[in-house]
């Protein structure tokens, strides 16, 4: 947990002051441990009042959390995985970071294609081929 935030890439750290953590007991195995020790942990990230991401971004990272975002338009990370606080929280960091790093890529624009000439052709080929095969098939007709 660094004090100056959670960083990341070269350019883009998130402040301390955006991010808020809270501990609560986890579900599943753990033994005796599991009644008594708070482990799991919910990193929330303020996704709507932050001012290190850029609109399209912001968007982007909306898309990619889906449930995880709370009413007030928080990003909300959960990790249980083990039975630690502190490396659940660290855990959530670096999912939080995954996230918003996925969210960082740009995706690439759709050329629109067209099909070729000879690809045409084939198609209505391939169509005319199967029709006939088909017709084939049928009842046989009575000539005569």
């Keep these: 947990m660094g004090e100056d935030g959670l960083r990341i890439d070269e350019v883009i750290v998130i402040p301390e002051s955006e991010l808020s953590w ?11 441990n599991v009644n008594k ?3 799991k942990v919910e990193l929330r990230f303020d996704l709507a009042g932050t001012r290190v991401l850029a609109a399209a971004v912001k968007a982007r990272l909306r898309a990619l959390a889906g449930k995880k975002l709370d009413r007030e338009g928080r ?14 929280l660290e855990d959530a960091r670096d999912k939080l970071a995954a996230l918003v790093r996925q969210a960082l890529e ?3 624009a759709r050329k629109a294609t067209r099909p070729s000439k000879a ?10 081929r ?5 017709r084939e098939r049928g ?5 005569g």
Excluded: I
């Design 119 to 128: 690809a045409k052709l084939r198609r209505l080929d391939d169509k005319r």
């Design 130 to 134: 199967q029709r006939d095969k088909k």
């Design 37 to 39: 020790v708070s482990s």
């Design 75 to 88: 990003l909300v990370v959960v990790s249980q995985a083990t039975r630690d606080q502190l490396r659940n």
């Design 22 to 32: 809270s501990a609560a007991r986890a579900s599943g195995p753990g033994g005796q």
């Design 106 to 108: 740009e995706p690439k």
């Design 139 to 143: 009842r046989p007709t009575h000539e």
